[in-house]
């Protein structure tokens, strides 16, 4: 039997950048009266050996911003001052710069940050420990629906109980899925996804060099998939780089000088000499979108909802978009006295963002089918199309400010505004 104290308004499943962020966003527009709790196996364990990064998108770093988060974590963060993109066989001599954009959103705000993950996370987790939002380091297990005599918005007669791996019982008017591409949540809630794998990886690595890179991404098409360099605070840069997925397995396989000699091929040495650091990693890309962004007294965010390729680096931004979507629904609700559970609510939601996730996931996938294939026609036709539109200043701007998460029904969190 669940008594009074383990009901909460919302339970977070998830305590990545999703999760956490969700969390803390509630927490600082409703306070403590509205209680919250999220559960993560990981919750607690040292971020300092991932060397992943992220880039974080001028309407991402207006949210960190104005929940106080990101000034904690600036001084870590390289802005992107401007990128360039090239299209070319892989052993051309010259890589032409096909497309440059100087990445401003506003005089002084760059178009995007990069930041490594652990820097982010081990902020939002102290924050979310400083709010004092309850945090269990177990897994959401299993839920099903209850219903209790008596009806409030606080203890709505509808509700789900909830089983943790600890052994641990609670039920709650809200349980988010923010628990990463696997979503076992999404899985028992019988949410279907739409979707395919590629038969693509991409290998993630962090590098040295000699030279400053300036603050420039550069973005290298080549035939295999982007090879992307990401400037990191200091000489570092982080790279993605897309190959087949028995190529990724081959090349992180070979030994030091070979590994090496193949990212050279590819990075080329306009930054002087380069050193690949730490671990190689691989990561299998696919694309999905959930079928639905809801059920009864669930709502999906982050990867639970959608998957997308790399070659835009907007996954994360997505899933904090949708985010700052569901806290805005969320919070318009509870001061309203309403239950944000409820289907009308949760709607909302999935009105906001499903639209959108689906337009920027085909986006990337088109991206990805248009430059990662080795026809020489299809190169022509793609250069015409990247050098006209390097022509055009008013439509790069608008195509900066689409990168930058700035158009289009923007929550209040990424205009910079409190909820
Ligand atoms: C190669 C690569 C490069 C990328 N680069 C970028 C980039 O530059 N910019 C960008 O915006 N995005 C990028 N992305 C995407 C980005 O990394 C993801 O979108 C983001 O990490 C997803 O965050 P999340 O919080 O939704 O999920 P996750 O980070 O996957 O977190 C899910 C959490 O849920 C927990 N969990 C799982 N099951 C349960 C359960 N049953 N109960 C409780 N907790 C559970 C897990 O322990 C985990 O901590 C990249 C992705 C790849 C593969």
Redesign the pocket.
Known sequence: MIGREDQVDVLI???????LTLAIALRDALGSDFSITL????LGRSHADDER???IVASVRRLFDALGIWQGVANEAQPILDMAVTDSRLDDAVRPTFLTFAGEVEPGEPFAHMIENRFLIGALEAKARDLSIELRAT???SFSARSTEGESAREPANSLAIALADGSALATGLLVA????R???RERAGIAVHGWNYSQS?I?INVNHERSHNGRAIEHFLPAGPFAI?PLKGNRSSI?WTETAAEAERLVGLPDDAFHAELERRFKLHLGEITAVGARRV?P?GFFVARSFIAERIAL????AHLIH?IA?????M?LKDVAALAEVIVDAARLGLDPGTQSVLERYQRWRRFDTMSMGFATDGLNRLFSNRSDVLRVVRDIGLGLVDRVPNLKQLLIREAAGLVGEVPKLMRGQSL
Do not use: C, E, Y
């Open positions: 499943a998830g305590g990545g950048f999703a999760g559960a993560d196996p990981t990064a992220s880039a897994a959401v297990k923010a628990d990463g591409a979503s076992s949540i991409a993630v990401l993605v990561h890309l965010v982050g990867d639970a790399p680096g907007q996954g994360l931004n899933g």
